[in-house]
């Protein structure tokens, strides 16, 4: 069996109070209408924390900008098990002249920060490489297996494996996914991000959080068969174009699959 989380959303407020759906957390991040929607969320069920709005990411310029001390309390206040932080570096963190080494210095210098100032367990998610991720979020690409196996493994750290992000960077890369999959640390996923993906403006795969289709759940069966997480989580809130009633149908279908799958 594997918790089931879910982002927080207003329709997902409806499915929890009228028992139509049964799921252990909701995940939030510690920004924007947070601290006002707090109170509504932890009735509800605890929070499963992912940010705490620092754009906290492995090899970040900032980290000492940090407010640990409200960190904590924030991550016991919602009963959060575990910290989700983005495996990534942006162009405009790295010092001139940066080398693969310097940046895997850094990495690991910062997760072993983490790991010693949060008071749960550090987990590491894998970000998608695309266009996108380089044009528009100034990401550094840091996907490759080899990459990620030495990070995880040298600080000994769990992962936190996004399949969204998984696929995207499989599609841009021209890899297999399944392929791509079978190298990434399966023994050491402890949550797993669930959502559709699709393709930007331009044509290229993009990490669009909508619905997911029958080949999403057909990759989660085949990851939950290597793995064993402690937690699922759908990232799905819709999309622009999607009316409410189609929101609120399709959150209720896939919480429905996915606890089939998991209970």
Not at 30 to 59: M, N
Not at 195 to 213: I, K, R, V
Request: charged share 25%; with cysteine; hydrophobic share 35%.
């Amino acid at each position: 069996m594997y918790k089931i989380a879910c982002n927080w959303s207003d329709p997902l407020a409806d499915l929890i109070i009228n028992r139509q759906i049964n799921i252990d957390y909701i995940k939030a991040g510690a920004y924007g209408e947070f601290e006002r929607q707090f109170d509504t969320i932890r009735s509800l069920k605890p929070i499963l924390l992912h940010g705490l709005g620092y754009h906290e990411r492995t090899g970040m310029e900032n980290i000492n900008l940090i407010d640990l001390q409200r960190a904590n309390k924030i991550i016991k206040d919602c009963g959060c098990p575990h910290l989700g932080i983005h495996l990534a570096i942006k162009n405009s963190d790295m010092q001139s002249l940066m080398e693969p080494e310097d940046i895997y210095i850094r990495m690991s210098k910062h997760i072993q920060f983490f790991k010693k100032n949060l008071s749960v367990p550090v987990l590491l998610e894998n970000i998608p490489d695309s266009p996108q991720e380089r044009a528009v979020f100034d990401h550094y690409p840091y996907a490759e297996p080899e990459r990620i196996n030495r990070l995880l493994y040298d600080n000994d750290v769990n992962l936190l494996l996004d399949l969204a992000h998984a696929k995207v960077t499989a599609l841009y890369k021209d890899w297999k996914i399944y392929e791509y999959l079978k190298n990434l640390p399966l023994d050491r996923i402890k949550e797993i991000h669930v959502s559709g993906s699709g393709y930007d403006q331009y044509g290229f795969p993009d990490d669009t959080h909508q619905a997911m289709c029958d080949d999403d759940y057909e990759l989660l069966y085949w990851v939950l068969e290597r793995s064993n997480p402690d937690i699922v989580t759908l990232e799905y809130v819709g999309i622009d174009s999607e009316p409410q009633d189609l929101i609120l149908d399709n959150l209720y279908s896939q919480i429905k699959k996915l606890e089939f799958i998991c209970r």
